[in-house]
């Protein structure tokens, strides 16, 4: 079994920086891609940002400039620099393992339980 544990959301001014963290522990032998998706109240979720083991990155356009994905492979951690934070970023922030190896030679893909980022002045 795989757990995503999420840290870092919070209460931030417009303008203002926010970075999250998800690790992602147990019986894992390797992760493809990990990512940041999120849902606003009334909203469908969305992709925010995606990165793979390889290093290549995608962002929602509306965060392109503003937000940063990176990923440390050897501590399965990934991360989320969010910069000039807007009103419209507040929401539910979920960490994401898709393709993850486990040492039992299967697939699996995880969520974390979720983040809130309030963005509000």
């Known amino acids: 079994q795989v757990q995503l544990v999420e840290s870092g959301g919070g209460l931030v001014q417009p303008g203002g920086s926010l970075r999250l963290s998800c690790a992602a522990s147990?019986?894992?032998?390797?992760?493809?891609?990990m990512g940041w998706y999120r849902q606003a109240p009334g909203k469908q979720r969305e992709l925010v940002a995606v990165?793979?083991?390889?290093?290549?990155?995608n962002y929602a356009d509306s965060v392109k400039g503003r937000f940063t994905i990176s990923r440390d492979n050897a501590k399965n951690t990934v991360y989320l620099q969010m910069n000039s934070l807007k009103p419209e970023d507040t929401a539910v922030y979920y960490c994401?393992?898709?393709?993850?190896?486990?040492?039992?030679?299967?697939?699996?893909?995880?969520w974390g339980q979720g983040t809130q980022v309030t963005v509000s002045s």
């Open positions: 994401n393992a898709d393709r993850v190896l486990e040492l039992t030679l299967r697939y699996g893909n995880y």
């Open positions: 147990g019986s894992i032998f390797s992760i493809n891609a």
């Open positions: 990165i793979t083991s390889g290093g290549s990155t």
